[in-house]
């Protein structure tokens, strides 16, 4: 079993950036894939990233790709979504998931684990 935790959202002007975190418990960390989603107010949970448990490829949602990177660091437990160029529309509720395997599953209810969400704010 794995607990994740994130960290690092707040309130960012448009064209601005973050980077959130998302530290995982247990030893078995390097098991697990990892990807990030989020959630905005009167919406269903979205794919934003995803990395292999190999971390030898990534994913991302169309409406991210080429300004958001995810990463992870095996050693310290945590994987990382920086966001760069920000967009109101950018604004939500961001949740780090873990599942057994080799990726993590694009449709939210298919995956193990979650933390309990970081909220971003991006202001125009």
């Known amino acids: 079993q794995v607990q994740l935790v994130e960290s690092g959202g707040g309130l960012v002007q448009a064209g601005g950036s973050l980077r959130l975190s998302c530290a995982a418990s247990g030893r078995t960390f390097s098991t697990y894939a990892l990807g990030w989603f989020r959630q905005a107010p009167g919406k269903e949970r979205e794919f934003v990233a995803r990395?292999?448990?190999?971390?030898?490829?990534?994913g991302y949602a169309d409406s991210v790709k080429g300004r958001f990177t995810i990463s992870r660091d095996n050693a310290k437990n945590t994987v990382y979504l920086q966001m760069n160029s920000l967009k109101p529309e950018d604004t939500a509720v961001y949740y780090c998931?873990?599942?057994?395997?080799?990726?993590?599953?694009?449709?939210?209810?298919?995956?193990?684990?979650w933390g309990q969400g970081t909220q971003v704010t991006v202001s125009s």
């Open positions: 990395m292999s448990r190999t971390a030898g490829s990534t």
């Open positions: 998931a873990a599942k057994l395997g080799v990726v993590v599953s694009t449709i939210s209810d298919l995956n193990d684990y």
